[in-house]
């Protein structure tokens, strides 16, 4: 079969393109979500962990926070994506969709926490004592002068946990989500030719994860000038 009967089958036929198509739409979805939860989710822990280390306070958030941390990062995210839809959340009123944004999310959060962190704790410590000697308590300090530099600082490491984020939201199709992978599943299950759908999701994957290095490049590029 030449390389045009591969592509009229697999992609043209029936339309089948639109199975990738909605996949593709539905990984952004996930990994949109779920980097706006890490993210969130990420600045409250590297707050938490760097106030105890700067203060000694909020001991016990702090534990809680290192479990958190050695149990997200110690498991297979596909495990922690299948315990969410599989014994958190069994009402069929949750979508695929909706629990992986929140797996992948927490999972994510767990690496946000520590980028987030580093950038914290490389600000100097004479940036806190300039906060604190223009009358500022503790946390209008980190608020308004350690914080907004640290994440200058991280953005485009954060950008590459979305760029990571894409990649790792390929395992939805264990919870019933029509991702771009599953989509391509799909097509082989109809066509029985594994090699044109499988090679075409991942040459979508390569194009959108170039794009978006490039776009982290620029970002990069900016930053820097930004700061002459």
């Given amino acids: 079969m030449s390389i045009q009967e591969r592509l009229y089958m697999n992609l043209v036929k029936d339309q089948r393109w639109m199975y990738l198509t909605d996949g593709l739409l539905n990984t952004l979805i996930i990994t949109v979500f779920a980097l706006l939860i890490g993210v969130i989710v990420g600045m409250f822990i590297a707050i938490i962990r760097t106030t105890h280390d700067k203060t000694g306070k909020l001991k016990w958030l702090d534990r809680f926070c290192r479990l958190y941390l050695t149990i997200v990062r110690g498991t297979p995210s596909v495990i922690q994506l299948m315990i969410f839809y599989y014994c958190i959340f069994t009402s069929r009123i949750f979508s695929g969709i909706f629990v992986g944004s929140i797996a992948f999310g927490l999972n994510s959060g767990a690496y ?11 600000i100097p ?51 019933a989500v029509q991702d771009l992978t599953k989509g391509g599943d799909i097509i082989r299950s109809r066509t029985y030719d594994a090699w044109t759908p499988l090679l075409t999701v991942a040459l979508i994957y390569l194009v959108l994860t170039m794009f978006l290095t490039s776009l982290e490049k620029r970002l990069e590029r900016s930053l820097r000038q930004s700061e002459r």
């Fill in 112 to 122: 946000v926490a520590e980028i987030i962190r580093g950038g914290i704790m490389s």
């Fill in 125 to 175: 410590q004479g940036q806190m004592e300039a906060g604190r000697s223009l009358g500022f308590n503790y946390v209008e300090t980190m608020r308004y002068i350690i914080i907004p530099q640290a994440i200058k600082n991280v953005l485009p490491a954060i950008f590459n946990e979305f760029i990571t984020l894409i990649k790792e939201t390929a395992v939805a199709g264990y919870v």
